[in-house]
């Protein structure tokens, strides 16, 4: 691992570390195990042969949150994640591609699940809609979030920001073999270098697959095809109403295509929107930033299905 300041590059060349350390933020915890003991006959205690106790630790040390997890539960702390992750992205990128880079860190549960959302307005494509002539431009953005407990994988996304709007934009066609959202679970066989070791890659990854949101942006669709897309979508009727009202919206900006389709997903993904979405009640104060991810989860699933292919290919012939 690095250090918080600098890089040392080939033993010769120092460069700063571009990224913010996690300190003063939600996700800044070491954390510790511990047997979990089971009571037994006649007063003894003997530990639980599949379970065992993550702790949380506060600044002194002392615990302040625990949480069950399996035996062979690969436990890290957010700052071992997060670090591998940065370490991988600072070996492989160009260092132009690194400067102003921007990034946005999220926590919930208490910090049992954290996320970092990272920018890079060095990588970037321009957008044009060929009905309006409106422009847009989209930054190369990965996202990568974890959970401590068992209940959230590691992972991360790439994907792109688009500039005009703030919407989180996702890829939307891949293989068996797309390297563009990988999740792995915590197993005794989780690696960590080798789970970050193709985000070196990022960069061209991100030129070659963002020509798709340009042949988006190239492709007419009806106002009608779009809302008939949205009533087949597994969703509540009030949801189906607020994107179609928001596909409205991007219509009248981005022109009738599948880009301003695509955008209006991802508007709802990227902003909380209270007009047209409402925000359950949460169980956790803290929990509104997993919630909210859940939107792009959800959107993802979306745009990467085989209904949204079929849209895709059907239009483009027309």
């Known amino acids: 691992m690095y250090s918080d300041n600098m890089i040392d590059l080939h033993q010769h060349h120092t460069i700063t570390n571009p990224f913010p350390t996690l300190e003063g933020t939600g996700l800044d915890f070491d954390i ?49 994640f997060f670090n591998t992750i940065e370490e991988q992205i600072i070996n492989h990128f160009d260092p132009n591609h690194l400067r102003d880079v921007k990034v946005v860190t999220k926590s919930s549960r208490n910090g049992r699940w954290g996320l970092r959302d990272y920018t890079f307005p060095n990588v970037s494509v321009k957008i044009t809609s060929k009905q309006t002539s409106f422009e847009t431009n989209i930054d190369l953005r990965i996202i990568a979030w974890n959970g401590l407990d068992s209940l959230t994988a590691n992972n991360y996304l790439l994907g792109a920001i688009d500039n005009y709007c703030l919407n989180g934009c996702v890829w939307t066609q891949g293989d068996e073999e797309d390297w563009t959202k990988v999740k792995r679970r915590n197993s005794k066989l989780f690696n960590m270098d080798y789970f ?18 340009q042949t988006l942006a190239d492709t007419d669709i009806m106002l009608g095809t779009a809302y008939d897309f949205i009533d087949n979508l597994d969703l509540t009727g009030s949801k189906k109403n607020g994107l179609k009202d928001l596909t409205a919206n991007e219509f009248g900006v981005r022109g009738a295509n599948l880009f301003a389709l695509h955008s209006a997903f991802t508007q709802y993904s ?25 939107r792009e989860e959800e959107v993802l699933n979306i745009l990467t299905s085989k209904a949204w292919k079929k849209l895709v290919d059907y239009s483009v012939a027309a």
């Open 32 to 80: 510790d195990t511990t047997d979990i003991f089971l009571p037994e006959p006649y007063g003894l205690h003997t530990p639980c042969s599949d379970k065992k106790a993550i702790v949380k630790l506060d600044k002194e040390g002392q615990p302040d949150d625990f949480w069950v997890v399996g035996i062979d539960y690969y436990h890290k702390t957010h700052k071992e």
């Open 270 to 294: 990227s902003h909380k929107n209270d007009l047209y979405f409402r925000t359950r009640k949460l169980k956790h104060e803290d929990s509104e930033p997993e919630v909210m991810f859940k």
């Open 196 to 213: 970050a070791a193709e985000l070196g890659n990022a960069a061209e990854i991100f030129y070659h697959r963002s020509k798709e949101f």
